[in-house]
Nanobody
Framework: VQLQASGGGLVQPGGSLRLSCSVS????????IAWFRQAPGKEREGVSC????????AYAGSVKGRFTISRDLAKNTVYLQMNSLKPEDTAVYYC???????WGQGTQVTVSS
């Protein structure tokens, strides 16, 4: 199983970004996928986890209402739509399986004016 994250960049506070996680080796229907992030000097934290097997989705309190996780089964890709971004959202974002067995490389998100 391989995961590849993309879509990071520099955005102003209040702006939006959409991250993509392309998955190969197994269908999304079989894999609960999560987004994690790690800011400089801070521990890694879970942002969102979704299971397409049972339709469940969970978000960290700090992003609830601003971030949305979604999928495209035809492309075997998971997205993280990030709206109303704040400077404290600045971090390297990683996609992984919710059980953290498989990880993609990170993509940098910087929120700054």
């Amino acid at each position: 199983v391989q995961l590849q994250a993309s879509g990071g960049g520099l955005v102003q506070p209040g702006g939006s970004l959409r991250l993509s996680c392309s998955v190969s080796g197994l269908s999304l229907e079989m894999l609960p996928i999560a987004w994690f992030r790690q800011a400089p000097g801070k521990e890694r934290e879970g942002v969102s986890c979704t299971s397409f097997m049972d339709g469940s989705t969970a978000y960290a309190g700090s992003v609830k209402g601003r971030f949305t996780i979604s999928r495209d089964l035809a492309k075997n890709t998971v997205y993280l739509q990030m709206n109303s971004l704040k400077p404290e959202d600045t971090a390297v974002y990683y996609c992984a399986t919710c059980t953290m067995d498989y990880w993609g490389q990170g993509t940098q998100v910087t929120v700054s004016s």
